[in-house]
């Protein structure tokens, strides 16, 4: 028995939470857990708050069923926070958490701070629906379900292109596509597809984005304006990062988007052992080692500078262990 089995053993009412913004993983472990307690908890009634994600998610079942607007005095008998590694990343969920009886956190996330009464927190794992999964009986996940886990996988991994991808992820997800689950569509209308705007938006980031560091590091930023000019959301951003990653010959990709005036929200991502959670956790964000963020304020050369100091340390530090290697 599991410690999600042991949870949810006689419990009556069960709140799902996950983080801001939600992403790929984020949605799909809620929606994921949702589906598996209709079909193996169905004494159970379950809640899944979330802020508004991608209609580009539509296709899981149960998507029509979040709930956008948080309660504020219902106690839950369990709250379950999937993907979130802090209480402040709850956002407007903060408050129903901290009405509940009892509460479980699942989280891949290395920077987790355990704020939970039991926390499941597999720092190697590919995803928090990876996670998941371990926590599931198999037996009991149905399509729709797996359906769910096998989209979080895909986000946080890239398509299996991270090097957070392991053989363990790979036999997860084969057994996710057992189930029956249409794959093809669901990395391309998930991951790939993009609008017309979303194509515009992206192209207009990387024609701006400017390298740093001698070449080893590039940024690039999309201000309110632009977001206004384009009309794009941040919903309308995912692949901006990683995008600017794959540019040859760089270490760390920085994405900033403007949220309020001069205030940034930040995405990075590393190519080698450069620990962007670290830089991210200095600025009170936290993430991966390899794919991290924050929020900053002040100006765009503000944000980029401070950022950089932190970059090139380990740079340097990576590069004098290299040649201390060779020596």
Do not use: W
């Amino acid at each position: 028995m599991t410690i999600l089995d042991k949870k949810l053993e006689g419990t009556g009412t069960v709140l799902i939470l996950g983080h801001v913004r939600p992403d790929g993983d984020c949605v799909g472990s809620c929606l994921g857990l949702l589906n598996y307690l209709e079909n193996a908890y169905p004494q159970t009634k379950a809640t899944v708050c979330l802020e508004a994600p991608a209609g580009k998610f539509g296709y899981m079942k149960g998507f029509d069923q979040i709930q956008t607007i948080f309660p504020q005095d219902t106690s839950y008998d369990l709250c379950i926070c999937l993907d979130c590694s802090d209480k402040e990343r709850l956002g407007a969920g903060a408050a129903a958490f901290q009405l509940a009886k009892d509460t479980l956190c699942i989280d891949h996330h290395i920077t987790n701070r355990n704020y939970c009464a039991e926390n499941v927190v597999e720092p190697n794992a590919s995803s928090t629906c990876e996670v998941l999964f371990g926590l599931m009986d198999e037996a009991k996940i149905t399509k729709e379900t797996a359906a769910c886990l096998y989209t979080g996988i895909v986000h946080d991994t890239g398509v299996f292109r991270y090097s957070c991808t392991s053989s363990k992820t790979m036999n997860i997800a084969g057994k996710l596509m057992d189930k029956g689950i249409d794959f093809s569509s669901i990395i391309d209308d998930s991951f790939f597809r993009k609008t017309y705007v979303q194509n515009q938006i992206l192209g207009r980031a990387l024609l701006e984005s400017i390298t740093f560091l001698h070449g080893k590091c590039i940024f690039s930023v999309v201000r309110l304006k632009d977001m206004d000019f384009y009309g794009v959301t941040s919903k309308d951003l995912d692949g901006i990062v990683e995008q600017l990653r794959v540019t040859e010959g760089i270490h760390c990709a920085l994405f900033l988007y403007e949220v309020e005036p001069q205030i940034f929200k930040v995405s990075m991502r590393s190519n080698t052992a450069l620990d962007v959670a670290k830089i991210a956790g200095y600025f009170g964000g936290g993430g991966h080692v390899k794919a991290a963020g924050c929020t900053m304020s002040g100006s765009i050369y503000d944000v980029v500078n401070n950022l950089s100091g932190h970059i090139e340390k380990q740079i340097l530090e990576l590069e004098a262990k290299e040649e201390e290697k060779e020596g």
